[in-house]
Nanobody, 114 residues
Framework: QVQLVESGGGLVQPGGSRRLSCAAS????????MSWYRQAPGEQRELVAT???????NYADSVKGRFTISRDNAENMLYLQMNSLKSEDTAVYYC????????WGKGTLVTVSA
């Protein structure tokens, strides 16, 4: 079974930084387009950032210039570097893989609060 496991969530002060990781296993990782989604309490899940299997990236307007998505195909790892965090970034962040089949991680909670 495919497995996506997020890590790096926790409590961060406004203006602070956090790096999320997603470890993929039992998957031909380099073939997959990878994304980070997030879901705040009472809100719909939203796409935060995507990195394609060719390395192209795109970001939600709300995080553009603050977040950076990257991948390490040799290590089957996906990352999200989050800078200048705001309270509205508080959410459960999910790793997502797509290549015909799609897979979700279980999520990691990021709380931005003083």
């Amino acid at each position: 079974q495919v497995q996506l496991v997020e890590s790096g969530g926790g409590l961060v002060q406004p203006g602070g930084s956090r790096r999320l990781s997603c470890a993929a296993s039992r998957i031909s990782f380099k073939l997959y387009n990878m994304s980070w989604y997030r879901q705040a309490p009472g809100e719909q899940r939203e796409l935060v950032a995507t990195i394609t299997n060719a390395g192209g990236t795109n970001y939600a307007d709300s995080v553009k210039g603050r977040f950076t998505i990257s991948r390490d195909n040799a290590e089957n790892m996906l990352y999200l570097q989050m800078n200048s965090l705001k309270s509205e970034d508080t959410a459960v962040y999910y790793c997502y893989a797509q290549y015909g089949m799609v897979y979700w991680g279980k999520g990691t909670l990021v709380t931005v609060s003083a």
